[in-house]
């Protein structure tokens, strides 16, 4: 198979509206760390497959559409979710992405894309997975153990060539008083990680399922010296993973000719089995399934929310998780109807990745890839478009932040995971 990296800049202009916050006290008034975005193609047996990631709070439908359409490949867009990047049109359910960042960003994208194909070379792949502890914990619960999964794929050219990691935590370090553009906690781990490979390596952190995951429990701060601690933790351990034998993902062999040809969400499934214009099996599959969700209808009594601020007051916790649930009512919509969402699965080799839309809790990543039949499996979140947070179905008996904001009914996260279930089934049938 052959592998390619690319990457390009995203400039953000001094006094851009900031995404990520509503109380946002105004808009950038500088850059903290630059912004990027950056793409991973992988070619074999006349397929091609593109993962692309922007430093953007959320990436819409629409946007999706046009860099797939301009890719001439398959090719899936996530977000990191910086909340320290312009404003993108971020709304539960999704919306209208703003014409100048539709165009900047679709042509960061185009460019990144371009570079890693003009790159591709025959590698070879490893999956490492293992617990990170220390960086991320539920964020509604205090007490919580701070451990998630970390997922390093290693692309190998002999030596090291390049690594994409996904993090299950919020890249929300940063605070909402900040006005500076960054790419936060990914852009950290990003820098911190590349440091230590050395400058020849590239890296590419992708946001995993997230929804419920955030530094808030873990961090000693909320500015740059803190982001290079978390950054230096989160390298450490991918480092650590790295010197680990690896899951074997896919088999390094010479590029073939390529297909222009990309399947839409809507088509059938690919037939793994079949061969190509007499090439060898086919190794790069993915398909697509469109869903429509059911909005949530939640009654909030915001007397009580604004009661709550009050008398948590004098617990510092306890007034910060009161005050997030009352940001969530702030933050929902009155939109009706239901939520358009898309599930992905691709699989290089014998690596499995699934893509799902939005903000989904950690566990509903656990719950697919536990299902990887002991093929490595790897959930990523923000991608391919925005319903909003996707709770389990238990949270909804717990009204915090992520429940109170989201867009979508009781059950909505179960069902995208039954999706990408069955979604890996016939990718690996």
């Known amino acids: 198979m052959a592998v390619g990296y690319g990457e390009a800049a995203l400039v953000v202009p001094e006094g851009t509206p900031m995404g990520g916050y509503v109380d946002r006290p105004g808009p950038s008034t500088g850059v903290l760390d630059p912004l990027q975005v950056s793409a991973v193609t992988w070619s074999a047996g006349g397929r091609r497959f593109a993962l692309v990631v922007a430093d953007v709070i959320c990436v819409n439908d629409d946007l999706v559409q046009r860099v797939r359409r301009e890719a001439g490949c398959e090719l899936w867009l996530a977000a990191s979710h910086t909340h320290a990047g312009p404003e993108t049109g971020c709304v539960p359910g999704g919306g209208p992405t703003p014409g100048p960042w539709a165009e900047a960003i679709a042509a960061a994208c185009r460019s990144a894309v371009q570079a890693a194909v ?101 961090r000693r701060g909320q500015d740059a010296a803190e982001l290079d601690r978390l950054g230096d933790v989160v390298a450490a351990r991918c480092i650590e993973l790295l010197a680990e034998p690896a899951t074997p993902a896919w088999p390094s062999a010479a590029p073939a000719p390529h297909s222009s040809r990309s399947l839409s969400p809507s088509e059938a499934p690919i037939d793994t089995d079949a061969d190509v214009a007499g090439m060898a099996p086919v190794e790069v599959a993915w398909v697509g399934r469109r869903l429509a969700l059911r909005r949530a209808t939640v009654a909030v009594d915001v007397d009580s929310l604004v009661a709550d601020v009050e008398r948590a007051a004098a617990d510092p916790v306890a007034a910060r998780l009161a005050r997030s649930r009352l940001e969530g009512v702030r933050a929902r919509t009155s939109a009706t109807g239901p939520i358009g969402v898309e599930v992905s699965v691709a699989r290089l080799g014998d690596l499995l990745l699934v893509g799902l839309p939005g903000e989904p809790f950690l566990a509903v990543a656990a719950s697919i890839a536990d299902s990887g039949a002991g093929q490595p499996t790897v959930v990523l979140g923000y991608v391919n478009g925005y319903p909003g947070y996707l709770p389990t179905a238990d949270a909804y008996a717990r009204p915090e932040y992520e429940v109170l904001a989201s867009q979508v009914a009781p059950g909505s996260a179960e069902l995208l995971a039954a999706t990408a279930r069955d979604l890996l089934a016939e990718v690996s049938s």
């Open 118 to 218: 003009a790159g591709e070379r025959p590698c070879e792949g490893g999956a490492h997975r293992g617990e990170l502890r220390g960086v991320g914990a539920d964020r509604s619960r205090p007490d919580a153990e701070a451990v998630v999964p970390l997922d390093v794929i290693a692309v190998r050219d002999g030596g090291l060539v390049g690594v994409v990691v996904v993090l299950p935590v919020h890249p929300t370090v940063l605070p909402a008083s900040n006005r500076m553009v960054s790419a936060d906690l990914v852009g950290a781990v990003r820098r911190r990680l590349r440091e230590r490979l050395g400058g020849q390596v590239w890296v590419v952190v992708a946001t995993g399922a997230a929804g419920d995951i955030s530094t808030r429990h873990t």
